[in-house]
């Protein structure tokens, strides 16, 4: 069966780094976009970045662009998210979801989220 | 970039009604509109997709309708089991991936 499973949340300093992962078991990783999605506590869903099923494409929500990267490693079945730069305003639950299909498609498959916590 | 817009942000209701949450996006997006339910302490899971189409495994009380800039879930005949909070979701950019604010559905 289809699993994701985030590690790497913590508690950060402001102005520090952290590197999420996200392994995927149980379909074949290298054809699927593959997105982070993050939720502050108490707040709604926030749509942080995805990466195409080949790494060519790859875009970031405003909130976010210069200061996250994200990255596959097909070979690895793994996501990742590199964020630097944190404040804490990026305190939040992250997920990783799986987009069902190429093109426009919702997504099937979430973790179960890693927190973030940034804090001095 | 596309915003929308989710309606009410609670609802309280009782088992058995019918309960009926309004997503509006900015801009027309056809029918790339996602629902997903959410309980506390766990991920989104997927209810709807292409605004109307249920996904594999969710019960037929819920349903989803609409097109271009206006859509709507609802739930025939609330469960114990339905108290969660919904969001929307538009799927349409193929660079930017916007969700409603969300709507709390609590026993009345």
């Known amino acids: 069966q289809v699993q994701l499973v985030e590690s790497g949340g913590g508690v950060v300093q402001p102005g520090g780094s952290l590197r999420l992962s996200c392994a995927a078991s149980g379909f074949t990783f290298s054809t699927y976009g593959m997105h982070w999605v993050r939720q502050a506590p108490g707040r709604g869903l926030e749509w942080v970045a995805v990466v195409w099923y080949d790494g060519t494409s790859i875009y970031y929500a405003d909130s976010v662009k210069g200061r996250f990267t994200i990255s596959r490693d097909n070979s690895k079945n793994t996501l990742y998210l590199q964020m630097n730069s944190l404040r804490a305003d990026d305190t939040a639950v992250y997920y990783c979801?799986?987009?069902?299909?190429?093109?426009?498609?919702?997504?099937?498959?979430w973790g179960q989220g890693t927190l973030v916590t940034v804090s001095s | 970039d596309i915003q929308v817009t989710q309606s009410p942000s609670t609802l309280s209701a009782s088992v058995g009604d019918r309960v009926t949450i309004t997503c509006r996006a900015s801009q027309t997006i056809s029918t790339w509109l996602a629902w997903y339910q959410q309980k506390p302490g766990e991920a989104p899971k997927l209810l709807i997709y292409e605004a109307s189409t249920l996904e594999s495994g969710v019960p037929s009380r819920f349903s989803g309708s609409g097109s271009g800039t206006e859509f709507t879930l609802t739930i025939s005949s609330l469960q114990p089991d339905d108290f969660a909070t919904y969001y929307c979701q538009q799927y349409s950019s193929y660079s930017l991936w916007t969700f409603g604010q969300g709507t709390k559905v609590e026993i009345k």
């Open positions: 979801a799986r987009r069902r299909a190429a093109g426009r498609a919702p997504f099937d498959y």
